[in-house]
């Protein structure tokens, strides 16, 4: 009789980690959605920046739903790093048409954002870690399985 599985048996890492990377850039998209007007009224470019990094962020979710593999890991990774770039530099040296925000770290989107965006960092980084690149599935099924455990033969005889 064959063990009973359990949950984590049916769903796969790979489609735990695309479902929290998707939520993760949609929470992105929302939290640039939420200050857009007014960033769009008083600073225009930054505004831009903020429809780009909404856009981008959405067809990334979608591409991470619908094509596997570690080539839509690095463009989350892309957008995700290019967002705290950004992030990083308005509070340390302004941004072209922006020094208002220099210093300001406690904005509470600005930390909701830079969290966000940092946990797709990490999920793409583990998710492109170079043994899972270089390793094909059925290669590590041999190595994850279980060795079998035989009872020793008997040596008297």
Do not use: F
Not at 7 to 14: A, G, L, N, Q, S
Not at 128 to 156: F, H
């Amino acid at each position: 009789m064959s063990n009973p599985r359990t949950t984590h048996d049916h769903i796969p890492t790979e489609h735990l980690a695309r479902a929290a990377g998707v939520i993760a850039l949609a929470a992105v998209a929302i939290i640039h959605v939420s200050d857009l007007s007014d960033t769009l009224e008083e600073i225009p470019l930054i505004g831009y920046g903020y429809l780009l990094l909404i856009a981008a962020t959405l067809a990334t979710a979608a591409m991470l739903m619908t094509v596997p593999g570690p080539r839509v890991w690095a463009l989350a990774n892309l957008v995700a790093s290019g967002a705290i770039l950004a992030y990083v530099l308005s509070r340390t040296t302004g941004l072209p048409t922006d020094t208002l925000d220099v210093g300001n770290w406690n904005c509470a989107l600005g930390t909701a954002a830079i969290s966000t965006e940092t946990l797709i960092v990490l999920l793409a980084a583990w998710r492109m870690q170079p043994q899972r690149l270089l390793l094909g599935p059925a290669y590590r099924n041999i190595i994850s399985a279980e060795p079998k455990v035989t009872a020793p033969a008997d040596s008297a005889g």
